[in-house]
């Protein structure tokens, strides 16, 4: 059977892109195969691990779990959108700082993850911040040095991450 | 990704209308996907058997909170989040917004849908516990019209519902009587984020004079489906709670649920954990003040 595809139009990292895929494409591959914005990861494929997460509409959501006829019309934020005009965002750097990534597959999720966080909470606890990385695996890290990146990045920083979605 | 983008079809009829329209043309034809974090799951390990799906994600007329002066109505596609950050529902059914904030991760939530949890018919669904001890209706639309079931009575086997084959799950009701009895829902499992119970219950009970008035008890994965367990609450309502009564209702429990074993527990976990969660229950309710 011959599947019709579908014009897609988003917004993605502030830029309006297009495309033309089948309609059950999962987001993560329109990002990495056709945008070629492969910072977003594949690690479960089923939604338990997060090292695909990205923003949608203002909303942390899996990109594996995201048929991309869903996101028609969305504003899409990808941690290739993070750092603004060749400068790391506040959170990049205190991973950096941090020692918050080590094999780096997991840390595109975890950043998208956070930034969703602090857009909601500039100021989390602890507790906030364990809960808001909690679908989000590391097989490095142990988290603590993860958290302590947020929490270093929230503590550093006013950071206006809610308009960051939104078309520039 | 096992599976094959171009072997499914997608379509967003964008309204209620327009879906429920599609679904009585071809009826059987068509798998209504929301947020697509069970569909999605199949699909990515090649297992999805749909072959044609109806998108409902973004259907405005079917995600809603509503409050009248004795109900709540939720839309089939509200999301967890959006129970998460309701205050209504905070106020108003607290096991509610306890479950939606212990579903998956946040970015579980911001996807998956009450009325999916409910039309996917696992037996560990998160939602159903409290739901059934709210006395929940579902209210089903189809080109024909709406009609309600108590939600009690909407699973019928393992991963099966009344749905007919042009319904949708429309909205959830759920009535606005239970500020004075004591609540409490425990979920275990293997970890806090993300897990999938092992077991869980819910309760609700009315104390009066020293006596309960009324008790609901629900629970998951004890059972096909969700359910409540009305030998329990038999052994428990009309008088006082004692170390006798809880001995009774231990013992009317163990007789009525039929737990499995499976790759997450065994049939002998869950049946004494379910026994421990209502004991530690009934023994709060003889303590003064709100339980949650």
């Not at chain 1, 502030?14 to 495309?19: D, H, Q, Y």
């Not at chain 1, 494409?25 to 492969?38: G, I, P, Q």
């Not at chain 2, 897990?195 to 309760?203: G, H, Y």
Request: glycine letters at 8%; one cysteine or more.
């Amino acid at each position: 059977m011959s599947i019709g595809w579908s014009a897609i139009e988003f917004v993605v990292n502030g830029e309006t892109r297009n495309v033309h895929v089948p309609p059950m494409k999962r987001l993560l591959d329109v990002l990495r195969e056709d945008l070629h914005l492969t910072g977003s990861k594949e690690g479960c494929g089923e939604g338990e691990c997060g090292s695909c997460s990205v923003r949608m509409n203002g909303e942390l959501v899996n990109s594996c779990l995201v048929p991309v006829l869903q996101a028609q019309g969305a504003c899409i934020q990808t941690v290739e959108g993070l750092a603004c005009d060749g400068e790391l965002h506040p959170l990049q750097q205190a991973f950096l700082h941090c020692g918050g990534a080590q094999c780096g597959i997991c840390t595109p999720g975890m950043l998208m993850a956070a930034a969703q966080l602090l857009a909601n909470n500039p100021r989390p606890t602890m507790a906030e911040i364990r809960e808001g990385l909690a679908g989000n695996l590391c097989r490095c890290t142990g988290f603590k040095r993860i958290f302590d990146s947020v929490l270093s990045a929230a503590a550093q920083t006013e950071i206006p991450m809610a308009s960051e979605t939104h078309a520039r | 990704m096992r599976g094959n983008a171009e072997a499914h079809e997608l379509v967003a009829p964008g309204s209620l209308d327009a879906a429920l329209a599609l679904l009585a043309d071809e009826p059987g034809q068509w798998t209504p996907i929301a947020g697509g974090t069970e569909l999605m799951v199949a699909h990515a390990a090649g297992r999805l058997n749909a072959k044609r799906l109806l998108s409902l994600w973004g259907i405005a007329a079917l995600r809603f909170i509503e409050t009248s002066p004795d109900s709540m109505a939720i839309g089939a596609c509200t999301t967890f989040h959006d129970l998460r950050a309701s205050k209504a529902v905070a106020a108003d059914f607290p096991l509610l917004a306890k479950a939606a904030g212990w579903i998956g991760s946040i970015a579980n939530q911001s996807r998956a849908t009450l009325g999916g949890n409910l039309v996917n018919g696992s037996p560990a669904a998160d939602s159903s516990p409290a739901l059934l001890v709210y006395d929940a209706e579902i209210e089903l639309a189809s080109v024909h019209g709406k009609r309600r079931v108590p939600y009690a009575e909407f699973h019928t086997g393992y991963k099966r519902t009344v749905l007919e084959k042009d319904e949708l799950v429309y909205a959830i009701h759920l009535p606005r009587r239970f500020a004075q009895h004591r609540q409490y829902l425990r979920k275990v499992g293997t970890r806090r984020a993300m897990a999938i119970s092992k077991v869980a219950l819910a309760a609700n009970a009315l104390i009066e004079d020293g006596s309960v008035r009324e008790i609901r008890l629900a629970a998951a994965s004890l059972a096909a489906f969700p359910a409540r367990l009305y030998r329990a609450e038999d052994a428990v309502c009309g008088g006082p709670v004692s170390p006798e009564v809880i001995r009774a209702a231990r013992r009317a429990l163990l007789a009525e649920v039929v737990p499995i074993d499976d790759i997450r527990s065994t049939a002998d976990y869950r049946t004494c954990v379910a026994a421990n969660l209502l004991e530690e229950f009934l023994v709060s309710l003889k303590t003064e003040g709100p339980q949650q």
